[in-house]
């Protein structure tokens, strides 16, 4: 990292105490390193010093403490003793790895970083960290905790794939609709519900998939679900109640959604992704009868499904094929209106899942599905005993932004804001990464790179790296990681081999962020070019 | 224990007041009885009158606070509820179990009638309906979806149980609080969390347990879920992985719970439940590895678990019985606080679960389940694949009504309007209905109403109905349906044959409400006691 591209942590060498909220008066009379390291250990659990930042200069902070600078000196040292920090020459002394934050304090997130199962085609789960795992150990044998450990690890720039703008977040259009529901519900409306949510919802639902995704749903088929994860756990046992044990998956596609599905004790065959979209004849060819699809914007790649390949799923559905169609971010196309989901094409065969994640935000919890009608029943019981259906509340919140216009107008707002930030992606990339090749920009709220072997000759990247496969995608999101930059490598997408690449996403950062994430992965890159 | 034997501890016999340093200057004008107990637990849990000492006689200490004696019966009378005492006869009243430190909570029980149900025979459960319920099936053969199918039949009045004053919701409180947390919110905070729930709303459910249930729980533990219902749910799951096949309920025992374990595939063998509670002989007979329980207000009985049942489940639980402590409406005590929970005596082996349902509303969806250690982790395992973990919003706000002290405001409201429709319903159960017998009034939102052949006959109630068998409970609650009155006959709740009854919920309606829907129940029996 050099001076002109440090960004905001630079205040951090300019007030260092002020920022860390650090006042020698706190300290014992005694043992002042010892205390300096302890806050400073502190101030990198809590993410105060997230991975990355630079810690002030020694100099500046002994003068702002009124301490000698060799308490200072001796601080950083043991911190650098312990593995936590790394002195980087000019670019002055960086947090490097994270301290796991300990069970006394009582607000912050506990899970260990990282403890993950060894053989990542073992579907078993997560076992028990023997001590504290790394964060090499996260990338190259991602657990079922991944998700949960990555997001646990302080960042200064995060790049993970599948956010959206959450500070766009539309709180006065959530409050104003909340008081309006709060002031119209009837007692009973506090009560028990419906399992397949609020019929106010499943209306808004049906008309939002009518007006946004060209499918015409009857209300009575939507269920209101806690995510498209919770609705791939439904049909899951559903299948699996009915006998069925597999449901095949592109691939490369999404880690989670296998996790998912491994979870509920379906095995997930993987079926090849190409230009096109999901490769039909290998899917005939593998013999599953359901398979998890993302048709609009496939999920890592981006590709759209084609038309002839669309064509081919609707035979092989009529035939007895059962298609999961995980709808996740179609609504943010850029450049022309999002392509028609495949439900709209058939309704019997396919279940339609979609949520408010990428609209509004994940922490809503709230999704629906389309049940095909031979599974309705069966995915009605199973939503009643995970839950008893979701909270009214949120859901008579959203029924009333679908159908006052306001998550429209939300849509289009964050449609023109991330493809601003889409555009400063691909221009970082193009800058910072070349040679890598850039998938799926057209929609979404993330972009694939892949480094190719093509691409590091004519871009002159390291084939002494990733080519030769010693340094893996894997290798190179731990070392963004430790220099403060979350991305996700694409091995963790495929289950088999593929090119090295990663998953990045946009949609969360302003385009400096991500420019200067990108600076980063482009600097660990640049020594492997020149070897 | 004679007095030639006592030790050291007879010391307390005669100098009880200065032994237990006890003025009663510090004690509140009101609630003597209340204060001593509370007194004598800080003495049992700090060591001061340790297991095996003898209290002092209730006339010697009684002189020395220079309080009545009736103040000091009353206190050990509560002390020996809890099981933390017993009396022994001449041996005086005794410590026999340990209380933990923070469980300094007053508590309470007067016995209440208990319902017997007798005639161990059959253990059938509820069939399936075959087809579209009539109202007389969904009585006698209630079906997965019997609680839904009944909320979906209109009726004018609803004496169904388990349901707060829906209408007494703190709409501007919650508001209130939900402006201040969007408000507060960062946009981290609208992304994936923690699945275990809102480090907030975890840190305040531990401490809402410490001040209400007398339960010292770690935040670390506590897992936020969509409701008591998930919850059993999530260790039916984890226990069903482990190898184990069956839950032991009591019997009478909630249906609903019921239906949800066998939903997750375990059997649910029936153990009686008498006047003092579940016959833990009989558990133990049984062989279960596992039982659920309602120990504060047994479902639907209403008893209270008596102190040497609560002694003896321990003594199950640490030769390694698991009890999931189902605390569904412990907070509504009318005459006496709460008793503490199970799980305020031992945090390995039980399994603690609550939710709002009864403190604001079932339609939030809102819960917690304390995880014994031994099966935190996988119990978040199934959580994440749930869900992901509950939305983050009325997370947020739940913890800060219960912070804020407005929960508890809520609470002492409620209990007053509840206990007003309580004494409600009983007068008009002994106004309409003659040899009808009531149990569990002293807490809860409902009570259990039996007519047995002894209440027929000295009643005048029609022998030739009930007694004979050709009128059942089922056909009087789908009789009153008929009328537009909605009641469970208990045998619902029954796995073997008990006397006929209703279970009655009176915390939703007026009281000119509920003594309309009793009178009609009363006209339904009437011309049966004449024939």
Redesign the interface.
Known sequence: MNRSNAGAFDRSITSGADFLQLSVEDAPVRGLSDWLAGQLRLAISDGRLPIGSRLPATRVLAGELRVSRGVVTEAYQRLIEDGHVAGRGRAGTVVVAPIPVT?AL??????PIAAPPTDPTDAT??T?PTGPATADALFTAPG??V??AM?AIPARIDLSPG?P???A?P?TA??RA??SV??A?S?????????RGTPALRLAVANWLARNRGIRADPEDVIVV??V??AL?LIAQVLRDGGITEMAVEDPGSLGAR??LR??RLDTPPIPVDAEGIRVDELRAQGAPAVLLTPAHQFPTGVVLAGERRRDLMRWVRVGGLIVEDDYDAEHRYDRPPVPALRSMLTEGICYAGSVSKL???????GWMLAPPKYRDALV?AK???????????QLVLARLMESGDLERQLRFLRGRHRRRRDAMIAAIGAHLPGAVVHGAAAGLHVMVTFEAAGFASGGFASAGFASGRFTDADLAAEALARGVKVQPLSWHGQRPGPPGLVLGYA?NTPTVTAEGIAILGDILRPRHRS
């Open positions: 069970a009582p607000t912050a997130a506990a899970t789960g997560p028990d079922a905790d998700f949960d997001r956010m703008d959450l500070g977040f709180r959530w409050l909340e008081r709060l002031g519900l007692a009973a409306d506090f009560g028990y519900g419906d399992p806690a995510g994860a919770q756990g996790q998912h979870h509920w509004l935000a994940p922490a809503l919890r709230l019981e009643r005993f995970t839950d008893l259906g979701n909270a009214a509340l949120p969360a």
